[in-house]
């Protein structure tokens, strides 16, 4: 009843074993349109009613593996190469942002996206301090290309990466005065979390990443500013490089465990239960033993007993890009992307512009009484803007062309696509009194005020 | 015998009376009906033609036959106006253009009266029996659009339909609308009866003679307006101010402002034909109108003229005027207020500082002649490497030197410091760097600067839009070409004049070179349009390739502004083609009269 209302509440463990099962679909959790809404919105950003009725024909694992194929034609690859190529022309990343946006709506692989999105907020590289957006992109490419690859080989890439240098000022890294930022960063946000490390292990792995620069927009590595002295640090010596370092730090028994709970608290819930070393422990070890494989562990996520349980299901606070993207996407929406990346960036989530090297904090902090308002205007300006359309349609017109001409059918149909937990009847019953059949505002303005509803933001 | 003769006699004045005075009435015009306190006058005379025009266009007719156009009126709102148009036709039991034809085939006028403040709209249509039926189709249109005649009055016999904002009645042939009632009983007064009406009308003012007088004779939207009346009456002050305390504004119309505080009337002409648009606005004109604060517009005795413009391949705009921009900058006290002032003169501080401590005022501007140009061509870069994504047209400015000697090694450097100053900024931000280099012959001095590219666009078909850009610096004779390409300024040095335009300004744009400008940044233009509107590829190039092929009409569209000892003339003109135009924008062009 308390999940019906959209409240979490967080159980003080879950068994690791029960949880990492493989589902089955069965009398209490059936593979039906909800479950399969579930998958979408989760590792996607959401999914038509055909496409979820696709979904329910088809073994679960057919389509997890069909969502982390992360396939895309040659031709859309191609044309968001050009596509970037013209953002890029115009010399401003907010142009490269609302390409983002638009990848985010048309890409065939929206697991693969949104897996990308999740590093962007991991490795948080901003803009707005990297003020070459070429450098964004290369970037943004190399997550994308590694989203579901190897972990260890992603950390080695980003760490010569000139976005991620620029960002935390290590263009310039000379032996006499090491840049401590980029090697306390790997440490914490990147591949251990707080507290597994010491002030000397920074002090000593800075040593190993001097000599790293960037020039004119590329990796330089400047022997010269290179210190080959003994580096002792996480319990091992040795006239380390920064390959090196990257290798001993993902060699800590800690990185997979800290890696999968950032994936857990992204794809399963925000909050993880309050002794969930059980429940992290044969995910990491399965991480660990895959060799920091990316996908095999999300296959286990997307597949597993948990994620279709109560525990999962409305757990999480759906991101201003998960509330828009989402929203246009289940209902074939497009839109000015320009507008749409510039009002995510309001609402704090703005693509290619995280808050800090921290990322996004998400969960609870999504919400307060000033972003509640914000989400609701970003809804209403989604609905009403003059290049919103649904289907190349009007609202009104693509849920006619479904059969779907009286409110009551078009809050049932929202309700499967856009809501993972059920509506209040009562609020129904307001919304549907205040639908009038046939006209546009009526059907846009029924829309808006489901979106406002509590339930509306869980996901 | 005599009782025969009287007999005759009565009958011949009654057949006169049953003749003559409906052809009085016919020979009405609506310049006796107008009040000559009327300070706009609007008039299509002949609304049968000027549709025809329009509509029988034959660059209309192959934009209505592309498949996009088709496909643009495949909308709910285009059905929506279809349908309205049904129902027109069926409410007046015609075809629609027959219907419109018939209604406003004896002209259409328009006249805001400055005693009354009453606007006013007569239309005279085919004869007395079709306007009676726009009588009684308006009664029930109004009706069905939901508006109430709030008052049905008799005025002298004739019926009154009075509505929320306007009024109307239809006597004989003319029907008769007027948002304000003194105006509308003025009108109907000498619409019934001319020689009784009190007051003179239009074609008694003096003014509104002497402008028709020049209007030519082919059918068109013709209109007046009465300056020394709006004066008098105090309206559209801002049009009459003496300052405009805008120096981009002032640059561009300071004469003008001057002379409308002093001419009685402007007239507009707009034809449409066969060629294309045609719009000419006239006003009369003394050169010792303009005070001597202004005299930098258009020179002694208004006889500044715009120079000579080169022929250059590919041009797709020229700007030529004659403006003394020198004494503008010197005048600024007497021109703008005080906080205009304030940031010329530190403008002009920091331009010191490029120009090596010389007045810029009077040292820099004075250089020059007031006569000068501005020409923008298109770019090619099919063999240039590194070529911008951004494919911008290379501009640049002409100046005719006073003193060619004296100036030539002062801009000389001015220029070279200035690529100095560009460089050190461009270090700043990571830009590459310009290169500089200076050619002399017998006939030019050439200074040119070109970008070095960096290892990674020296390649690059879509490099950034900084390589649009070559600046350069051209002296020959006593003609000075500052241009953004070194290409377009050689060309320019190296170019035939074309013959010298009688004209104070004038602006020039050509179809071809601005369409392939367009072509040239398809890519870049589509991807805008998806980001912009959320379309695919396919469909935001259907919509580049629409505003292509409506390109594909366009010849050149020019504008001239021509004083004369008597009159000032603003003349606007967009030529238009009819073209073999295919669905892929490529056209083989034909004359648009099919010759």
Known sequence: MDQQRGVILMENEID????????????????????????YRRAGFGATREMLENAVSRDVCDVVDELLSGDEPESFRLQMSRLAAAALASGKAEQLSAWWGYRLLSTPAQCLEKTTVFWHGHFATGADKVTDPGLMLTQNELLRLSAFGDFGELVGKISRDPAMLVYLDSATNRKAHPNENFSRELMELFCLGEGRYSEVDIREMARCFTGWEVRRGEFRFNRYQHDTGVKTFLGETGEFGGEEAVRIVLKQQSAPEFVVSKLLRFFVMDELPQRHSDLIEPLAREFRETGLQIRPVLRRILTSRL????????????????????????????????????????????????????????????????????????????????????GKKSLREYLSDQGLKRPFEMIEAFEKMLFAVPIPVAAKERIESLMRPGTDVSTNEGLHALCTLPEFHLC | MLRSLRNVCVMLVMVYGLTVMPLAAQDLRPIDVVPATAVLYLEISDPVAVMASVIDHAVMKQITGLDVFRRATETPEFYRAIAARKFFELQMGMEWRAA?????????????????????????GRD??????????????????????????????????????????????????????????????????????????????????????ARSAEPGVWSWVHLENLRALGLAEGLFAERTENPLAELLFGGIQSVLRKAQWVSTE????????????????????????????????????????????????????????????????????????????????????IFGGRDFGEEVLGAFSPAMQLLVARQDFSEVRPAPAIRLPAFALILTMDDPETMRPELRRTFQSAIGFFNIVGAQQGQPQLEMDIQKSDVMDVITSHYVAQKKDQANPAAPVIYNFSPTAVFFGDQFVLSSSESLARTIAEARRLPLEDAHTAVAVEGTPLRAVLNDNREQLISQNMLQKGQTHDEAEAEFQVILQLMEYLQNAKLRLVPSESQLTLEAAVQLQATGSTEDGSAARGNSDGK
């Open chain 1, 16 to 39: 690791g074993n029960w949880a990492w099962s493989s589902f089955v679909p069965g009398a209490e959790v059936p593979w039906d349109l909800k479950a399969a809404a579930h998958l």
């Open chain 1, 307 to 390: 994620f279709y349980s109560r525990y999962s299901t409305g757990r999480r606070i759906k991101s201003p890009v998960e509330l828009a993207i989402g929203l246009l996407r289940c209902l074939e929406g497009t839109t000015n992307t320009q507008e749409l990346s510039e009002s995510l960036r309001q609402l704090g989530q703005g693509l290619l512009y995280p808050p800090s090297v921290k990322g996004w904090d998400g969960g609870r902090t999504w919400i307060n009484s000033s972003t509640l308002l914000g989400r609701s205007n970003l809804v209403r300006r989604l609905i009403t803007n003059q290049n919103t359309r649904f």
């Open chain 2, 100 to 124: 419109v034809e018939a209604i406003g085939q004896k002209g259409v006028y328009f006249a805001v009266d400055g005693k009354t403040r009453g606007n006013i709209l007569l239309v005279r």
């Open chain 2, 128 to 213: 007395e029996q079709i306007m009676q039926d726009v009588r009684l189709k308006l009664l029930e249109l109004t009706r069905l659009g939901g508006d109430q005649i709030r008052k049905l009055e008799t005025y002298r016999d004739i019926p009154v339909y009075r509505l929320e904002k306007f009024g109307f009645a239809v006597v004989r042939d003319w029907l008769v609308v007027s948002n304000n009632s003194e105006a509308g009983k003025l009108l109907l007064d000498r619409l019934l009866d001319l020689s009784a009406a009190d007051g003179e009308s239009l074609s008694g003012v003096k003014s509104f003679g002497e402008a028709s007088a």
């Open chain 2, 270 to 353: 707009l034809q449409m034909t066969a060629q294309g648009l045609n719009l000419k606005t006239s006003m009369p004109f003394a050169a010792d109108w303009i005070p001597e604060s202004r005299q930098w517009y258009f020179g002694q005795d208004a006889q500044g003229r715009v120079p000579a413009v080169p022929e250059v391949p590919e041009t797709l705009m020229t700007l030529q005027a004659y403006r003394g921009v020198s004494e503008m900058w010197l005048r600024a006290g007497d021109l703008f207020d005080e906080q205009t002032n304030d940031r010329m003169a530190e403008a002009e501080s920091n331009l010191g500082t």
